[in-house]
């Protein structure tokens, strides 16, 4: 071609729109690049009109990625025949992204290829993906992975290996669902891939997770299409390069992740530290008193569980408390899917400690759970979003909750779970997704079981509505999600099997747990303030509930009205139906087997009734059931909030991201913000109240207690802990676990039926002891017959000391236990003693002052 008829070319070229634009990335490929490059001219040189699919118009890029041999004079060459060849060049080699990149933004095309400069897939595979394109993709990318392609020569099968493990990794970090991102071979929309390649960073081999990212999160479908595939000797790609790809894939990992979903955990911890900074202003010296015992006890599962691990004994077992029967740690929540793996941590600072770390990280990671599922499934606003957590995990009954059961607090597993169920339903990996459930409900059950079952029936209540709303969905989804579970509950068995039989056929195991005839809410509870709500008041709140650590409702009528508000206003929506159901039917369900009226004596029968005596509802405190209300109240304030959000601004270029909010209020949304701010603000919480630590005795701390408990023997408080007052547990706990206790405070069998009561069996000593603590009163006792009751009861227990530790009564108790041993007490260590043979007898010591 001449001089003159090249430019003439030129020049039709830049009146002439561009179809296609070819650009090939190539560093040191003067030996594979001239046939590259002849037989793509070659192949679009074919049609003059395009006649066939393949454009008309076109040129092809090559980007020389500084080269040290004679690539650019091979490309300048075969530019001197065709003008509508063209050489960009780098100064230096930057790598494969850096090269993409550059020939991207110079391409013209209203399609652009980008291909290797081996061919390894040869050009004629582009009318697959112009098919693709033509379908209405945005990108159609060549893959070896799919059904239908074809590799008539393979790589290296340690090469070939490192690219599948690093395709599986891809897929799950970045990318879901596209097998091969690395074929060098992708058709793109021209327009969208200069966009997206003007917004990448990466240099390297991760360009193509990067664009394919791009595409994704913009909602632009690519279609990933088989091609005919051979490998070309000359690869670029060394061992090493591999490892630099997952660098660049955590590099873009950390890249996609959006400032305000950093700021979120953040901010979720900080607020979980207010609540709890009275007790970390001294974790070993303060005391939540709304906990009543609850915190000694958590405490002491903590304490045990560290014990066991340390000295490899079963973790499910011990008779540290409760002697000489023990106590079923399964039966009794001690979480072990955190007691354990904190156990380090509790034998290095204490139980006191841990466990405060773990309710103060468990609670803020249980918040930024919410609010990953929130973005991920219900909003995309993060504003409406945090919001929305806020409200599932800061809940007045959480907050309630907070003082004394983070096995209701520490919740991140949930909405895991729940998104997971939800992927099961998409029918597109059931198997690996089952696995993936079944695992994480088989840890759910090493943190706690009831939070599961009342999990599980939320759920029950929400897919039920949602498949009366949306009856095309669910005939779509309950093959693969019925799968799903099957799989889930294959891989959840065996993982959980042995301790599930522990729990209910194993040593001092039980049948149910006695709460009484109706532990259900008030309707009044629904509607009222808790106590450490802004608006709350303590009286009327205890009034309404079991205890402080139970206040399981209390959402506060304001909240109620704008619940009310929200779904009468957004009741087309699907989901703003099913989470109605789901919230008032949990409702509904925690007044209990029965239904007061407010203000009569009129009871009428509640649903729960019709669950109440079913195998592991038996146990549940009904009342709890109201707690599945907060996450389903939460999604309906984000549903809300993101309506109210401004729409962002129009602008010229028309490419405002989604989560841009930069428009102005109306006032019908300020109107709307106000309504929430005022139904959010009386359910604020305050801080929980913490008071000083009642000191463990000298004789407890310093050791003294050594010299009086024996091989086999026990220490016996008096009164003998239980739920009432377990401040003997502190004790254990703070002497390391040296001794035994009768007694106690925990989940354990009562009567040949095996009912669960709180604490252990009482004996007739035992009862004495508490009778004289709670009513002050010494009581005339027949000497004899009592004494040899004491006796019995002191060899069952194996008693090697008594202790009186100052406390309410205590003249009354010491007289008590004169009257049961003949024995005045000695005063040591800040307590009374009586010290024993392990057989129910006094023994003399010197020492001590009586």
Known sequence: ????????????????????????????????????????????????????????????????????????????????????????????????????????????????????????????ELDRL??????????????????????????????????????????????????????GFKLFDGDRAREAFAASRLDGWGIDVEILQHFRRSGWPVAEVPVRWAHQPGSKVRPLDYGRILAELAVLKVRAVRPADLLVPVLFLLLSFLLYSGRWADPNHRYLPDSLQDQNQWEWFFAVTADNISHLRNPLFTTLQGFPDGVNLMANTVMLGLSVPFAPLTLWLGPAVSLAL??????????????????????????????????????????????????????FMIPLMIDRALRLC?????????????????????????????????????????????????????????????????????????????????????????????AGNSPLALIAFAERSLAGDADHANALSLNPTEQNAFYGWPLALLALGIVVRLWDRALVKALAVTAAGAALLSLGPEMRLPLTDTTLPGPWKLLAHRPLFESVIEGRVAMVCAPALGMLLALALERLAPKPKPTATATATAGSRSGVFTGAQIIGLAAVVAALLPIVPAPLKTVPREKVPAFIADG???????????????????????????????????????????????????????????????????????????????????????????????????????????????????????????????????????????????????
Request: aromatic share 8%; hydrophobic share 45%; charged share 20%.
């Open 1 to 124: 071609m001449s001089r003159t008829a090249a430019q003439d070319v030129i020049e039709d070229m830049s009146a002439t729109s561009i179809d296609l634009t070819v650009v090939v990335p190539a560093y040191n490929e003067e030996r594979r690049l001239a046939p590259t490059l002849d037989a793509i001219v070659t192949y679009l040189s074919k049609s003059g009109g395009g006649g066939d699919g393949r454009p008309d118009a076109w040129e092809v890029l090559v980007v020389d990625d500084g080269s040290t041999d004679a690539t650019g004079e091979v490309v300048a060459g075969a530019a001197a025949r065709d003008p509508r060849i063209r050489l960009l060049s780098s100064p230096a080699n930057r790598g494969k992204g850096h090269a993409l990149r550059l020939g991207v933004l110079a391409s013209r095309g209203r399609r652009v290829l980008v291909t290797d400069a081996d061919l390894a897939a040869p050009i004629e």
């Open 130 to 183: 112009e098919a693709a394109l033509a379908d209405g993709h945005a990108a159609a990318i060549g893959s070896r992975a799919t059904d239908g392609a074809t590799i008539e020569r393979h790589q290296h099968r340690i090469r070939e290996l490192l690219g599948r493990a690093g395709n599986v990794l891809i897929r799950r970090v970045a990318v879901p669902g596209i097998r091969d991102t690395q074929c």
């Open 358 to 411: 773990v309710m103060t990280l468990g609670l803020a990671a249980t918040a930024t759970a919410w609010y990953w599922l929130i973005v991920k499934r219900v909003v995309r606003h993060r504003g409406a979003a945090f919001a929305g957590a806020a409200l599932a995990t800061f809940a007045p009954p959480m907050v309630s909750h907070a003082n004394a059961h983070p096995n209701f607090v520490v919740l």
């Open 426 to 518: 998409a029918g597109t990996r059931v198997g690996r997704d089952g696995i993936v459930l079944g695992v994480m409900t088989a840890y759910q059950i090493y943190l706690g079981e009831e939070p599961l079952l009342l999990t599980a029936l939320g759920l029950v209540l929400f897919a039920g509505a949602y498949a009366v709303v949306r009856r095309d969905v669910a005939r779509a989804v309950w093959r693969p999600l019925a799968k799903g579970l099957g799989i889930a509950a294959a891989v959840c068995l065996p993982l959980v099997s042995f301790a599930l039989y522990w729990q209910f056929f194993g040593p001092q195991s039980y049948k149910s747990v006695l709460h009484g005839d109706n």
């Open 704 to 850: 003294t207690y050594k010299s009086y408990v024996g091989a086999g023997e026990t220490l016996v408080p008096v009164p003998l802990p239980d739920p009432g007052y377990a401040e003997a547990l502190h004790w254990q706990t703070a002497a390391g676990l040296g001794f035994r206790l009768p007694g106690g405070y925990f989940n354990g069998p009562w009567g040949p039926d095996r009912i669960g009561i709180y604490g252990a069996v009482p004996r007739a000593t035992s009862n004495l002891f508490s009778d004289v603590r709670n009513s002050g009163t010494a009581p005339n006792l027949e000497i004899d017959s009592w004494r040899r009751q004491a006796r019995a009861d002191f060899a069952y227990w194996k008693a090697g000391v008594l202790v009186l530790a100052p406390q309410a009564n205590d003249e009354a108790l010491r007289k008590t236990v004169q009257d049961l041993t003949g024995d005045p007490g000695t005063w040591v260590g800040g307590v009374w003693v009586w010290d024993l043979d392990g057989k129910g007898t006094i023994t003399t010591r010197p020492g001590g002052d009586a």
